[in-house]
């Protein structure tokens, strides 16, 4: 069965300083799996997605985040953290292989002035 | 394009009472999906349709709610009769991939509270 972990449910960071939001995934077969963020009062919209191509894949707004199948991991990161930012994001993985999609519980990120 | 859709923002309804959200998706996207979103569950997929059929309705809570997709560009999703635990922000999204593995763009999403 397949479960996406995102280990913090608050992160604070001041402005200007490095963001990092953890996921971990389980999955039996290649997945694919998406970063998306959420403003306050709004929808969703995706950051990134990794599809099986460079483990290092760059997104909308600076951010980025790096595939490691021998971690289980795909975690969020940006050198430099804006207040603009500060909104929840969720980790998302889907197999490719039953066709199901499992959102992560979301990391709210905070930015300190 | 304008995004996804969606209609009422806000309802505000008495417990019992039936309940239609409606969606319009992006023109020429294949796949189209419902989800509700709590603070206690957080975001969930309820059902998702490619090319109009329903393909997963696996996560749609109980018989109580319904939802259709008469064409390409219109979906609704029916709660009757309504309770105050369906109270959530149900979100409309496509995708222009059929399947639940390609980019999907959210609307704003519809506030439900159930008094």
């Known amino acids: 069965a397949q479960s996406v972990t995102q280990l913090d449910s608050h992160v604070s960071v001041s402005e200007g300083t490095p963001v990092l939001l953890r996921c971990n995934y389980s999955?039996?077969?290649?997945?694919?799996l998406f970063w998306y963020v959420q403003h306050p009062n709004k929808g969703l919209q995706l950051l990134l997605k990794?599809?099986?191509?460079?483990?290092l894949v760059k997104g909308i707004n600076g951010f980025e985040a790096e595939f490691k199948k021998s971690e289980t991991s795909f975690h969020l990161t940006k050198p430099s953290a804006h207040m603009s930012d500060a909104a929840e994001y969720f980790c998302v993985v889907n197999t490719n292989r039953d066709d199901k999609i499992i959102f992560g519980k979301g990391t709210r990120l905070h930015i300190l002035p | 394009d304008a995004g996804v859709i969606q209609s009422p923002r806000h309802e505000v309804t008495e417990m019992g009472q039936e309940v239609t959200l409606r969606c319009k998706p992006i023109?020429?996207?294949?796949?189209l999906f419902w989800y509700r979103q709590t603070m206690m569950r957080g975001l969930e997929l309820l059902i998702y349709f490619n090319n109009n059929v329903p393909i997963d309705d696996s996560g749609m809570p109980e018989d109580r709610f319904s939802a259709k997709m008469p064409n390409a560009s219109f979906s609704t999703l029916k709660i009757q009769p309504s309770e105050p635990r369906d109270s959530a922000v149900y979100f409309c999204?496509?995708?222009?991939?059929?399947?639940?593995?390609?980019?999907?763009?959210f609307g704003p999403g519809t506030r439900l509270t159930v008094l």
């Open positions: 999955s039996s077969y290649s997945p694919s």
């Open positions: 023109s020429g996207h294949n796949s």
């Open positions: 990794y599809t099986s191509a460079a483990t």
């Open positions: 999204a496509s995708s222009l991939v059929s399947g639940v593995g390609d980019t999907q763009y």
